[in-house]
């Protein structure tokens, strides 16, 4: 049993357990701040009945015309939570807010090339790859701190995209540099 509810700035000092995970990307707290003033439907946690964090969704409305689109920014779930479906419940109601509530045309996100488990999940939840983004990551340690990794922009068309404008069958083989990236 867990809570979905509303992600608040409370939860910055609840969410260690989730954010030291290998391939969770972390920001500052203003960061999160931000987030929640501006787009505060599409921040989500889920909680045990404990209070203990076992995820959480941050994203955002951004775009115009027919890239107008959500964005999913961070979807995490702590190592001891996964494979329960709760990364799943996350992402569909961001994609409910995205498309019912925003009215965007798509919801993207971005992810490392290398995580594979990610990219499957991504893909079974109706996501396909837009295109490859050349050096999009920061170094993970080694390599002197050069930029070494690329992302995956991955997309699922909603409602307001029935020809499915927003995806591409061969995105595996766009590539762009991140410099390129809107």
């Not at 987030?35 to 909680?47: D, G, H, I, K, V």
């Not at 964005?71 to 494979?83: F, K, N, S």
């Not at 340690?141 to 997309?155: H, L, Q, T, V, Y």
Request: hydrophobic fraction near 35%.
């Amino acid at each position: 049993m867990s809570i979905l509810r509303p992600f608040t700035a409370a939860d910055l000092f609840k969410c260690n357990n989730v954010n030291l995970d290998f391939f969770t990307q972390t920001y500052a707290p203003g960061f999160y701040l931000n987030y929640l003033a501006r787009w505060p439907e599409l921040c989500c946690a889920q909680t045990a009945p404990s209070g203990r964090m076992m995820g959480y969704i941050l994203g955002k409305a951004e775009g115009s015309n027919q890239d107008w689109h959500g964005h999913i920014t961070v979807l995490t779930v702590a190592p001891e939570y996964r494979r329960l479906g709760l990364a799943t419940k996350l992402v569909d109601l961001l994609e409910r807010v995205s498309d019912n509530t925003y009215r965007g045309f798509f919801v993207d996100l971005y992810v490392r090339c290398t995580n594979d488990i990610a990219i499957s999940m991504y893909e079974e939840l109706g996501y396909s790859v837009y295109r490859r983004v050349r050096d999009y990551y920061d170094s993970l340690g080694g390599n002197r701190g050069k930029d070494e990794e690329d992302a995956f922009d991955m997309r699922k068309p909603l409602s307001r995209d029935p020809g499915r404008r927003s995806v591409r069958p061969n995105g595996r083989d766009m590539h762009v540099s991140r410099y390129e990236v809107s």
